[in-house]
T-cell receptor, first 112, second 115 residues
Framework: ELKVEQNPLFLSMQEGKNYTIYCNYS?????LYWYRQDPGKSLESLFV?????AVKQEGRLMASLDTKARLSTLHITAAVHDLSATYFC????????????FGAGTILRVKS | DTEVTQTPKHLVMGMTNKKSLKCEQH?????MYWYKQKAKKPPELMFV???????INESVPSRFSPECPNSSLLNLHLHALQPEDSALYLC??????????????FGPGTRLTVL
């Protein structure tokens, strides 16, 4: 059974600082997704990572995937308050029906 | 049209009521999903429809009954719910398995409160 572990679960950052969120998963998968969720809102797709070594960047966020290590990272550069949200990674299980398993989520708070 | 819509936004119901949640997408996606999300938790998959057929049922209690009338529409029928069923119910859609992308697009959700 696929397990997805995210850490840290809570991250309080100062504006302008850098930090990384980690997403480890237990069995082979070639697809990993990062989502953002604002309080009381739905999930917004941030990145789709489809192969080993994939790197995607959007603004101050950069995501990467190492399928051999079963690890994805979400790196935050020079954080700003607007990045405060909960970030989830989700891993494709390969099961028919495109089932994803979500990590527990990282609550990010950026303080000015 | 690149969005998933859900109605209603909020729903309050008693334990003896019957109600339905509705989800619609016009992106040509052939896989649609229902998730339940409790506060400060990740979404939990409930059901998956692929090409209008139920392909995954994650052992959800029978008081939740999904329906996929056509490729654009997904319903969740609710009956005799319990207070612990109060949650945010999210619908999502994607291209079905086998596609290289499979990105799931989520609707805004229905906030359900069971009294």
């Amino acid at each position: 059974e696929l397990k997805v572990e995210q850490n840290p679960l809570f991250l309080s950052m100062q504006e302008g600082k850098n930090y990384t969120i980690y997403c480890n998963y237990s069995t082979t998968s070639d697809r990993l997704y990062w989502y953002r969720q604002d309080p009381g809102k739905s999930l917004e797709s941030l990145f789709v990572l489809l192969s080993n070594g994939a790197v995607k960047q959007e603004g101050r966020l950069m995501a990467s995937l190492d399928t051999k290590a079963r690890l994805s990272t979400l790196h935050i550069t020079a954080a700003v308050h607007d990045l405060s949200a909960t970030y989830f990674c989700a891993v494709y299980t390969g099961e028919y029906g495109n089932k994803l398993v979500f990590g527990a989520g990282t609550i990010l708070r950026v303080k000015s | 049209d690149t969005e998933v819509t859900q109605t209603p936004k909020h729903l309050v119901m008693g334990m003896t009521n019957k109600k339905s949640l509705k989800c619609e997408q016009h992106m040509g996606h052939r896989a649609m999903y229902w998730y339940k999300q409790k506060a400060k938790k990740p979404p939990e998959l409930m059901f998956v429809y692929s090409y209008e057929k139920l392909s995954i049922n994650e052992s959800v209690p029978s008081r939740f009954s999904p329906e996929c009338p056509n490729s654009s529409l997904l319903n969740l029928h609710l009956h005799a719910l319990q207070p612990e069923d109060s949650a945010l119910y999210l619908c999502a859609s994607s291209y079905p398995g086998g596609s290289s992308y499979n990105e799931q697009f989520f609707g805004p959700g229905t906030r359900l409160t069971v009294l």
